[in-house]
């Protein structure tokens, strides 16, 4: 069965402070990783899609990699704007087109 | 649309209803996915839309669910003799099929929060 495992659950940060939120999963065959951001009453917006071990992709502030256990969501300066949860999916072989879901890492950037 | 749009926002009914939520994905998306998420957990898996194919329906939580997508667009999820223990946040997704974009990525609609009462 695919599961996906994030942590921390919670992290707090001061403005500035880089860190990165992990995400372990198992799946047979990989197909893809994703990332998403999911801010207080709204619906998740997707990120990245990664889709190969060494992988890596970024946006603004955000740095996304893949290894063949683990991905990580780098975070390089936070600004108070990045406080939202970000949830880490993945899509495997024997799922149609579904993803699986982690539980999520809610991050809080205090300015 | 530009997005997906997902109708009631907000929707409170007494137990034992029923309740029909409703889906317009973006125009041309030929994936359909309904998710629901629970306070503070994970997005649960409940169905999936792929153009004509039959729906993939494993994560429906009982028979008391179930959905529909017509013309390929719209789609309802309807829950029968509502219980307690179905209040959540229905999410939406469409995408287009994979290998179809780089990045094959969902977007999700807002959601709709159900609470039974």
């Known amino acids: 069965e695919d599961q996906v495992t994030q942590s921390p659950e919670a992290l707090r940060l001061q403005e500035g402070e880089s860190s990165s939120l992990n995400c372990s999963y198992t799946?047979?065959?990989?197909?893809?990783l994703f990332w998403y951001r999911q801010d207080p009453g709204k619906g998740p917006e997707f990120l990245f899609t990664?889709?190969?071990a060494g992988e890596e992709k970024e946006k603004e502030r955000l740095k996304a990699t893949l290894t063949k256990k683990e991905s990580f969501l780098h975070i390089t300066a936070p600004k108070p704007e990045d406080s939202a949860t970000y949830l880490c999916?993945?899509?495997?072989?024997?799922?149609?087109?579904?993803?699986?879901f982690g539980q999520g890492t809610t991050l809080q950037v205090k300015p | 649309g530009a997005g997906v749009s997902q109708s009631p926002s907000n929707k409170v009914t007494e137990k034992g209803k029923d309740v029909e939520l409703r889906c317009d994905p973006i125009?041309?998306?030929?994936?359909l996915y309904w998710y629901r998420q629970s306070l503070g957990q994970g997005l649960e898996f409940l169905i999936y839309?792929?153009?004509?194919?039959?729906?993939?329906k494993s994560g429906l939580p009982s028979d008391r669910f179930s959905a529909e997508r017509t013309g390929g667009s719209v789609s309802t999820l309807t829950i029968q003799r509502t219980q307690q223990e179905d209040s959540a946040v229905y999410l939406c997704?469409?995408?287009?099929?994979?290998?179809?974009?780089?990045?094959?990525?969902?977007?999700f609609g807002s959601g709709t929060r159900l609470t039974v009462v």
């Open positions: 990664l889709y190969s």
């Open positions: 999916a993945v899509w495997g072989s024997s799922n149609t087109g579904k993803l699986i």
């Open positions: 839309f792929q153009g004509n194919s039959a729906p993939d």
């Open positions: 799946v047979s065959g990989l197909r893809g």
């Open positions: 997704a469409s995408s287009l099929a994979y290998g179809t974009s780089d990045d094959y990525g969902y977007t």
């Open positions: 125009s041309g998306h030929t994936a």
